[in-house]
Structure formats: C-alpha cells, structure tokens
C-alpha cells in the first residue's frame, strides 16, 4: 500500500477563497483523522472518522471548516472563506483499529496551506 | 483533559551517544502510546507503538518503555547517528483522540 496519500502538498491561496484538501486513507483502515499542525499549537485534531462516519468534531475551530468522507477512500477538508489564520500544515491520518496491536496511525505528508 | 510533555525540547549529541527522549501525560487512562519521528517539511513517520497493558517494545535500535501509573514513557536510541537527527514527537490515545507533545528536536553531530 502506498500510505496515506494527500493532496496538494502546497496550497496558496487569498483570504476569503474555498480550499479544499484531499485525503486517501490506507485502504481497509476504519479509522481517518484530520489534523492540523501549527507551531504555536503543536499537533490538534480537528475531526475523525470510523467506517465513513464522523464521530467527533468538536476540534474544527469555526464553522468555516468542513469535512466528509463520502466513502472508505476518500475524505475532504474543506474551509470556507479561508482566512490568513487557517494557515497551518494538516495532516491526514488511518488506523485499523482504536486498540490493541492494529492501533498504529499512519500520517500522511501533509499539506502545507499558505492564506494570504 | 489530556496534557502531554515532552522534555527537553531539543537535544544535541555527539554521534554514538545514546539518546533519551521523555513523555509525561497527565491522564493515565490511556488506550496506547505511539512514538513519531518527523522530518522537517514531512509527515510523521511510526516508530513504535506501545499497547497500555505493555511495559515496553523495541524495533531495532529503539526501545520504548511505557509506565502508565506514573504518566511516563521514554524512548531510547542506541548508538545515535546523523540520520537520527529530527523531531521525536510522543502521542497518548484516550477518548479516541490522539494527543501530541510538543516533541524533542534532536541534532547528532557527525
């Protein structure tokens, strides 16, 4: 399996546009979280999915942030009108299981956004 | 909610000397422990995953040892080397959310 794949890796864009960011999970992982990275704030979830449905979203900051996963493979995070402060790294992470041995999170690369 | 630390922030070790990299948490409900490595401008890359019924795992030249009563993990690298220079981030699951230290950014000179 090629990992979690993420795209675009960069992403430039002016204040008040829509960004979308794209997520392909390892496939069979039940488990898919949205993170962002920031070096004021470290690492924060934003949402996480099991088996396509989003069972906590009490991370995404404001309305403006959205995300789905309209089916095992495939997820977006999406953030509409982008601000200059939604700049940050987010990740996209899978993992097979919540516990146990097959607990291990995967990350992919990231996707450095750039609001201006 | 879960607090996680990381001490000390950064670390430079000559090459050869083996590294010590802590991780407090303060809740010690934890299901797992998950050590990272991450290359400046890239993802995160697993190290090693520590199940909380486990006091320990090793993979090759790293060993991780979890003491979870007293909110404790430490990862050891033995015989560092150049390529280990990188931020060593440590994560706790609990309450299906994975929580993140700041993370150590070690250099090992060459």
């Known amino acids: 399996d090629a990992g979690v794949i993420q795209s675009p890796r960069h992403e430039v864009t002016e204040m008040g546009q829509e960004v979308t960011l794209r997520c392909k999970p390892i496939?069979?992982?039940?488990?898919l979280f949205w993170y962002r990275q920031t070096m004021m704030r470290g690492l924060e979830l934003l949402i996480y999915f099991n088996n396509n449905v989003p069972i906590d979203d009490s991370g995404m900051p404001e309305d403006r942030f959205s995300a789905k996963m309209p089916n095992a493979s495939f997820s977006t995070l999406k953030i509409q009108p982008s601000e200059p402060r939604d700049s940050a790294v987010y990740f996209c992470?899978?993992?097979?299981?919540?516990?146990?041995?097959?607990?291990?999170?995967?990350f992919g690369q990231g996707t450095r956004l750039t609001v201006v | 909610k879960q607090e996680v630390t990381q001490i000390p922030a950064a670390l430079s070790v000559p090459e050869g000397e083996n590294l010590v990299l802590n991780c407090s948490f303060t809740d010690s409900a934890i299901y797992n422990l998950q050590w990272f490595r991450q290359d400046p401008g890239k993802g995160l890359t697993s190290l090693l995953l520590?199940?909380?019924?486990?006091r320990e795992q090793t993979s090759g030249r790293l060993n991780a040892s979890l003491d979870k009563s007293s909110g404790r993990s430490t990862l050891y690298i033995a015989a560092s080397q150049p390529g280990d220079s990188a931020t060593y981030l440590c994560?706790?699951?609990?309450?299906?959310?994975?929580?993140f230290g700041a993370g150590t950014t070690v250099t090992v000179r060459a």
């Open positions: 994560a706790v699951s609990n309450d299906y959310k994975l929580s």
């Open positions: 520590i199940q909380s019924s486990q």
């Open positions: 992470a899978s993992s097979l299981s919540w516990t146990g041995e097959k607990a291990e999170a995967f």
């Open positions: 496939s069979g992982h039940d488990y």
